[in-house]
């Protein structure tokens, strides 16, 4: 059974950080790029993030640049996403998605920045 499950959401201020964790089962992740998504409320889903197979390609969207960092642990079926100096407009429901024989996703987790 394919599961991704995503960790690490919830509330947080301005100029705060988390760190959210995709964990992966039931398929070989290691062949997989994975990718992290956002969609915050009455707007369409957007790609945060992407890190290939191997770790050694990743892309962002430009309005995270500098502040988000992805990884993946091969050994451990798990991607990350280190947020920092969040922002009111980063608020969303964060997924996890994995694509490559196959296209997986996460149930999500709420990230909310608000004072």
């Known amino acids: 059974q394919v599961q991704l499950v995503e960790s690490g959401g919830g509330l947080v201020q301005p100029g705060g950080s988390l760190r959210l964790s995709c964990a992966a089962s039931g398929f070989t992740f290691k062949n997989y790029v994975m990718r992290w998504y956002r969609q915050a409320p009455g707007k369409e889903r957007e790609e945060v993030a992407s890190i290939s197979s191997g770790g050694d390609r990743i892309n962002y969207v430009d309005s995270v640049k500098g502040r988000f960092t992805i990884s993946r642990d091969n050994a451990k079926n798990t991607v990350y996403l280190e947020m920092i100096s969040l922002k009111p407009e980063d608020t969303g429901v964060y997924f996890c998605?994995?694509?490559?024989?196959?296209?997986?996703w996460g149930q999500g987790t709420q990230v909310t920045v608000s004072s």
């Open positions: 998605n994995a694509r490559g024989l196959n296209d997986y």
